[in-house]
């Protein structure tokens, strides 16, 4: 799957328009929206407005009578937290749907919430991990369908981060992009404005804190939340050892007596903690390099790679990656955001997207 470039490129300049300009306007009274299903985070891009939600793929719902009690943030705040007939859970595992309903009304949810004043279902651009398999295509398609979307497009995580990031994904040239989300890892060398080589690894930052709970269940006989391990990877998370040293005080249940327990933990004990999952990702961007064409690795020493995504932030990833691949690397400036950003430019070639069978929907009508 590729994305057509951007409208002021060589490529974008060859492909007619399918609309007159006031046609556009005519019928243009839903908003077209694009959406980062993350396994995380949820970000939804609408067109003209930018982004405009932000919440986490968190869904609550009460056992006894089946009906949702909360969505995103206010349902993460539940996580952990909730009496016996409350369930707060994650419709998302490794980047696609393990819940199909709760995906359904969350993001029905989330869709009206940004869309309460227009006057026709909208059309939407959902982002999908490079690996993805037609069974989970159909079930990202369906969910969007019956929450209320009137056309459903899909794009690769890769393709959207790299035009968040302000890569001109149209020219000729290798440019590698390493987006870390919640649930997978994807990296994919890019060029004419489609993907050449890619990997998916279901290896991002919900394994990360899965490493932080288990080191110190391991160290200090100790067991702390999800979203407590998500907190120490935030604040003092680290994968390379020239970082300065941070600490932290975490709280939680001694596996000995039941009692609460403290702990000081410093970001040299996260290196421990991470480096396995770290060692991970950087042998599924050794196996990508390994797979490209030489031209377009001689373009990368050059360019450099970029990370993206939430995970990218940990401290030290990027000067490990530099290390242990002898290319630059760079963070993207709003690395959260890029998929989302990028989704949004896209959706100003809806109708071209169309033409050229990103339309999903009708694949399997």
């Given at each position: 799957m590729s994305i057509i470039a951007p409208k002021n490129s060589a490529i974008m300049d060859t492909i007619p328009l399918v609309y007159e300009r006031n046609e556009h306007y005519l019928f243009n009274f839903s908003q077209d929206i694009g959406i980062d299903l993350g396994t995380a985070t949820v970000l939804v891009y609408v067109q003209g407005r930018g982004i405009v939600l932000r919440e986490p793929s968190v869904v609550a719902s009460d056992k006894t009578s089946g009906k949702m009690v909360a969505f995103g943030e206010e349902a993460r705040r539940m996580l952990g937290r909730t009496p016996g007939n409350i369930v707060a859970v994650r419709p998302l595992s490794d980047g696609v749907i393990s819940d199909y309903q709760m995906t359904e009304k969350m993001l029905k949810y989330f869709i009206r919430k940004v869309s309460k004043s227009l006057i026709f279902k909208p059309r939407i651009i959902i982002c999908v991990p490079s690996g993805v398999t037609e069974v989970e295509e159909r079930a990202v398609v369906d969910a969007a369908l019956q929450a209320g979307a009137r056309k459903v497009y899909l794009i690769e995580e890769p393709i959207a981060a790299a035009i968040g990031a302000?890569?001109?994904?149209?020219?000729?040239?290798?440019?590698?992009?390493?987006?870390?989300?919640?649930?997978t890892t994807d990296i994919a060398v890019i060029s004419l404005g489609g993907i050449v080589v890619s990997s998916s690894i279901k290896i991002a930052g919900d394994k990360f804190d899965e490493n932080i709970v288990k080191y110190i269940r391991r160290k200090y006989n100790m067991a702390i939340g999800d979203r407590t391990a998500e907190e120490i990877k935030v604040q003092i998370g680290c994968v390379f050892s020239h970082e300065e040293r941070r600490e932290m005080d975490v709280r939680g249940r001694s596996l000995v007596s039941g009692l609460p327990k403290n702990v000081m933990m410093t970001s040299n004990e996260t290196i421990d903690a991470l480096s396995e999952t770290a060692q991970s990702i950087i042998e599924a961007v050794h196996s990508v390099l390994e797979r490209t064409p030489p031209e377009l690795v001689g373009d990368i020493g050059t360019n450099g790679m970029i990370l993206t995504g939430g995970g990218s932030l940990i401290r030290g990833l990027d000067k490990l990656l530099e290390r242990e691949?002898?290319?630059?690397?760079?963070?993207?400036d709003d690395a959260v955001s890029c998929v989302a950003l990028g989704t949004g430019k896209a959706l100003e070639s809806m109708d071209i997207l169309d033409e050229y069978n990103y339309r999903m929907d009708r694949k399997w009508q």
């Open positions: 302000g890569i001109d994904i149209a020219k000729p040239y290798g440019n590698m992009v390493v987006d870390i989300g919640g649930g691949t002898g290319i630059k690397v760079r963070i993207a």
